[in-house]
């Protein structure tokens, strides 16, 4: 069995039929597999396609290179996109939307080797599946804020329904993980060990059904043990005093997490927060996903994402110049009304 390039004109994404198990492999691998709209498109056509072939019983994705399955979209191209006037926002997140959604309503087995990095919109095309593998080398986050977006592709219904405020933590600060606080905010489901995908790709082939035989229930994540700050500090739906309690707090842990905090876009923060109390109030991922293009249309069109892409991934300076100087200068009717739709 060999991979082979899925589209004439592209290799972004390799395909592969072994028994009765369609593979997909996300291959940019300089980029850590960062999605471009082609490869949305593929996967998509992909995807429509085998769920109506009754030789395949499951779909398998992974990325290509040791460093991970997937960094996200790839942002960069995003923000030369809107400076130059070539990209339509919107269009791009409706597409990426509705693979999203695609993957979480899927009709047959969908298993996602969550290896190594995975963000932003790599959580969209992997947390959605209905077998979620981590490994000891997974490094999961969403880490839009510090780069003046938010938390999208679905992932709010997620977090929003983690224990406690632990999703609303991960939310806002952006912090990664590793595989056992993956499976704890529900954005995975089993760990197993980074050397057995071959074996278990193998037993898919065969048509077995792994969801009960995989892996092995991950040990309680690191962040359960903070669940007291956790939970107190990040209550409620004003940033400001979330950010005044992390700060305040008796715990370091709650200090440093301040500290992160107060380094992200004051904008999405407040908007991030707002979104996902409002994704906890939804009753599904495809609802949250329409929520997400409301807000990620109009928060693309805000300075803070040219902004904080430009400091974070293309100068590199780690330099941003937010909107607003702090949170308490943003906008709460402003916020609200972006979510919402208004």
Not at 12 to 40: D, K, Y
Request: charged share 20%; with cysteine.
């Amino acid at each position: 069995m060999e991979f082979r390039a899925a589209r004439d004109d592209s290799d972004e994404v390799l395909v592969a039929v072994e028994g009765s198990l369609g593979r997909l492999r996300l291959n940019r691998p300089r980029a850590i597999n960062a999605l471009t709209p082609g490869m949305i498109c593929t996967l998509t056509n992909l995807l429509e396609d085998w769920a109506g072939d009754e030789r395949i019983t499951a779909v398998a994705l992974e990325g290509a290179g040791d460093r991970g399955l997937c960094s996200g979209a790839d942002v960069r191209a995003i923000r030369a996109g809107l400076l130059d006037g070539t990209l339509d926002a919107a269009g791009f997140f409706r597409a990426e939307y509705a693979l999203n959604a695609l993957i979480s309503d899927y009709p047959k087995p969908y298993v996602a080797f969550m290896d190594g990095i995975v963000m932003g919109g790599g959580i969209g095309v992997s947390a959605h599946g209905s077998l979620r593998l981590v490994t000891e080398r997974t490094r999961i986050a969403m880490p839009e804020t510090g780069i003046g977006l938010f938390p999208d592709v679905g992932s709010l219904f997620l977090l929003s329904r983690a224990p406690g405020e632990l999703g609303t933590h991960c939310a806002l600060t952006g912090s990664q993980a590793g595989g056992a606080d993956a499976i704890a905010v529900g954005f995975a489901d089993t760990l197993v060990d980074s050397g057995s995908w071959p074996t278990i790709v193998a037993r898919l082939a065969s048509g077995e059904d792994l969801e009960a035989t995989v892996g092995q229930n991950a040990p309680a994540a690191p962040s359960t043990a903070e669940r007291g700050w956790i939970d107190r500090c990040y209550a409620g739906d004003d940033p400001v005093a979330i950010l005044e309690a992390l700060r305040g707090a008796p715990e370091p842990a709650a200090r440093e997490a301040g500290d992160v905090l107060a380094t992200r876009s004051p904008l999405s923060v407040a908007v991030t927060l707002a979104a996902i109390r409002g994704a906890a109030e939804l009753g599904s991922v495809t609802e949250v996903l329409a929520q997400d293009l409301r807000v990620a249309t109009a928060i693309t069109a805000a300075p803070d994402f040219v902004e904080g892409v430009r400091a974070v991934l293309v100068d590199k300076d780690h330099q941003p110049r937010w909107q607003h100087a702090s949170l308490s200068e943003v906008d709460g009717t402003a916020v609200r009304a972006m979510v919402a739709g208004a």
